[in-house]
């Protein structure tokens, strides 16, 4: 069983909205790279999907079409694996440390 620090409300709120910042921070990044490939990839023309777009009669729908997902899934994507490798778990590693080596150590009296 860990046994972690007790936090503060005021400071277990500020880690907390730190997090979430770092998190939409992190999603948004995710979301431009989505947008950065769906444009390259009407730009580049590869598979003649920029031509196709150019030629259609709403070509900003089409466009729509093609970026809007690409930018839902990566910034999902990036999201998620910010909160897989959160470091929540880090911030408190090294009291565990001092925990386990006071733990390890014999008595002295």
Not at 37 to 60: F, H, K, M, N
Not at 68 to 83: E, K, N, Q, R, Y
């Amino acid at each position: 069983m860990r046994i972690l620090p007790d936090l503060k409300p005021a400071s277990a709120r500020l880690d907390h909205w730190r997090m979430v910042r770092r998190l939409g921070l992190n999603a948004a990044f995710g979301a431009c790279l989505g947008i950065a490939v769906g444009v390259s990839l009407i730009c580049l023309d590869i598979g003649g999907i920029g031509s196709r777009i150019a030629r259609s009669s709403t070509p900003w729908l089409a466009s729509l079409i093609l970026v809007a997902p690409l930018a839902f899934t990566l910034g999902g994507a990036v999201a998620a694996s910010f909160i897989m490798l959160m470091p929540y778990e880090r911030e408190f590693r090294e009291p565990e440390r001092r925990l386990q080596n006071i733990e390890d150590q014999p008595d002295r009296q």
